[in-house]
């Protein structure tokens, strides 16, 4: 029997795809807390990156791209930190990514999980993510077998954390640094937009989540481990245990369908993509 000819494409789709764990993965990597470095030695440094934090293979074909968001006010020294470790891993980890910096404007109460819809939003008006990752600013991976991308299920990835004793705190935690594919965001509508001030957003999605059918994946704890940044703790907020409480009742309609915002000001620096938002009140 003949084998049929596969190869007969255009030099570009006949690229081989990437190996979905690339060859060159070392296991732990070296997280570097200080000295801060400057966004001119970034730049530098990362001369091979696209504008708005933008690389994507170029010796082989990646089918998904990832888009990484991170909610943001006030930690810039924190930015620079997270960018000087996160760009060389995503390369190594040969990813087709962008990273996002959505930040809060004003002094209001931060809402976490309306800046990861708002980035969800932003992101897909730039391009067709498929995968997006909801990263703390504050949580440096340890590890590069921790990979970036979208599994089949949400991916919870900040499993163990050095300020955590590396363990687990609970076993339906969805904070930190998560995954989740575009369909299955979709079908949770996103975050809860109620959640205003520290805590809770992140089991409300949790929740969301299996309400939904779906489930929690985890990387090993050997593998999912992360670093913490020294800051300020915030107060948690007292209301959150009755949002969280009633959320059940609200997921079809307290989401991504009726976020509410304002654009001031987006900027495609060569580190990242930034997004400046006023948040509104969602009704
Ligand atoms: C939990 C918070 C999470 C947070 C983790 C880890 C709440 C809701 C009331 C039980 N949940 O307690 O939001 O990610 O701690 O810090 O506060």
Redesign the pocket.
């Known amino acids: 029997e003949e084998i049929p000819n596969v190869n007969n494409q255009s030099t570009t789709t006949s690229m081989p795809l990437c190996p979905e764990v690339p060859a060159n993965l070392t296991g732990r990597l070296n997280v570097i807390r200080s000295p801060v470095p400057t966004v001119l030695e970034l730049e530098k440094q990362f001369s091979w990156l696209q504008p708005g934090g933008h690389w994507h293979p170029k010796t082989c074909r990646v089918l998904k791209k990832v888009a990484i968001i991170i909610p943001f006010r006030r930690r810039e020294e924190h930015l620079l930190i997270f960018l000087q470790h996160m760009h060389p891993l995503l390369r190594k980890q040969q990813i087709d990514y962008t990273i996002f910096v959505v930040e809060q404007q004003g002094n209001g109460s931060f809402n976490r999980a309306m800046l990861m819809n708002i980035g969800y939003k932003e992101a897909s008006n730039f391009n067709n993510f498929d995968c997006f990752n909801f990263h703390d600013i504050d949580l440096l991976p340890e590890d590069d077998r921790n990979l970036y991308t979208c599994p089949e299920q949400p991916r919870h990835m900040s499993v163990a954390i050095n300020v955590f004793q590396y363990k687990l ?1 609970y076993k339906n ?1 969805f ?2 640094v998560s995954v989740i594919t575009k369909a299955h965001f979709e079908l949770v509508n996103g975050f809860s937009n109620s959640f205003w001030g ?6 409300d999605m949790s929740n969301r989540i299996r309400y939904h059918k779906l489930r929690i994946s985890r990387y090993p704890i050997s593998i999912a481990r992360y670093t913490m940044l020294k800051h300020e703790q915030s107060k ?1 907020a007292p209301q ?2 009755e949002v ?1 409480r009633t959320g059940q009742r609200r997921f079809a309609i307290d989401g991504i369908n009726n976020l509410k915002y304002m654009v001031i000001e987006t900027k495609q620096n060569i580190l990242y993509t930034w997004v400046l938002v006023k948040l509104e009140v969602s009704g």
Do not use: A, N, S, Y
């Open positions: 705190p935690i904070g930190g520290w805590g809770g957003e992140d089991d948690p959150r245990f969280l």
